[in-house]
């Protein structure tokens, strides 16, 4: 993890915003260093999606701002912040025939100018990349909709990556994949973490996963930010009884701190 005084790469200052009229998210303040993986967790309803579609420019916020870089992203062109930022959505559409090749090759679209529809050289070593980062090199041709779930996370992660962004939002990447694409998932996102410095933002519904991978935890309350910091000084049992309605102890494992929940 990078040091504290490094210049933040994202930052949140007092954001509110929701749909509507209605705010869903009030007073958000956090930054994210270069290199840094922050997962947001709470309860259902506390905000976290909704937190997210503002950092990535999907919702306008009601107040506050958003800086990438030092510049208000929502003063910027979406393309602009293409270039710096990749958002992974919960859900995907999956446009039918498009093969792995194809939907990674949307990923330049950020960096080509309007009228340029055949991807450079340097384009192409940057898809080429991505697929082989996310080990799908024999399924380059083969249409998204007929991978596994586990595959087709890989190819939207890798469309995500040719973008060569900076800092990478995903929301609940492990959602109806099983432990084992869980953990390759999360392992390869810790990978890029590490080698390639890549910023990452997480909504995790699992809280041990948050913990064994993140650097630091923002944990939602009623749209409110009730903590922020190492999973250590985040996950203690007076927050998770606040926040989540539940007891649990705190064991050491063989991968770091875990919660054992009972009610």
Not at 18 to 35: E, M, N, S, W
Not at 68 to 83: E, F, K, M
Not at 110 to 125: A, N
Request: charged content about 15%; aromatic content about 6%; overall charge negative.
């Amino acid at each position: 993890m990078t040091s504290p005084t490094t210049a933040a790469l994202l930052e949140i200052q007092g954001v509110v915003g929701g749909y509507h009229a209605q705010p869903v998210v009030t007073d958000i303040y956090f930054a994210l260093q270069p290199g840094e993986w922050l997962s947001l967790v709470g309860a259902n309803g506390s905000g976290k999606s909704t937190l997210l579609k503002l950092v990535s420019r999907v919702l306008l916020p009601q107040k506050g701002v958003v800086l990438l870089d030092g510049t208000a992203i929502h003063t910027q062109s979406a393309q602009a912040v293409a270039q710096q930022m990749a958002l992974l959505p919960q859900q995907q559409t999956i446009p039918a025939g498009l093969t792995v090749q194809q939907l990674v090759s949307l990923g330049r679209s950020p960096h080509q100018p309007w009228w340029q529809w055949d991807l450079t050289e340097v384009d192409q070593q940057y898809v080429t990349t991505a697929i082989a980062e996310v080990q799908l090199e024999d399924f380059r041709d083969r249409p998204v909709e007929q991978l596994s779930g586990g595959e087709r996370q890989r190819a939207f992660l890798a469309l995500a990556l040719a973008q060569n962004p900076r800092v990478l939002l995903l929301d609940e990447p492990t959602t109806y994949l099983d432990v084992r694409y869980q953990l390759e998932l999360l392992e390869l996102l810790k990978r890029l973490n590490q080698t390639q410095r890549l910023s990452i933002i997480t909504v995790l519904h699992d809280v041990n996963l948050a913990i064994r991978y993140s650097d630091r935890i923002a944990m939602l309350h009623q749209g409110c930010l009730w903590a922020i910091g190492t999973p250590s000084e985040v996950i203690t049992p007076p927050n998770l009884r606040q926040v989540f309605e539940i007891e649990a102890t705190l064991l050491q494992t063989p991968v770091g701190l875990q919660i054992c929940p009972f009610l």
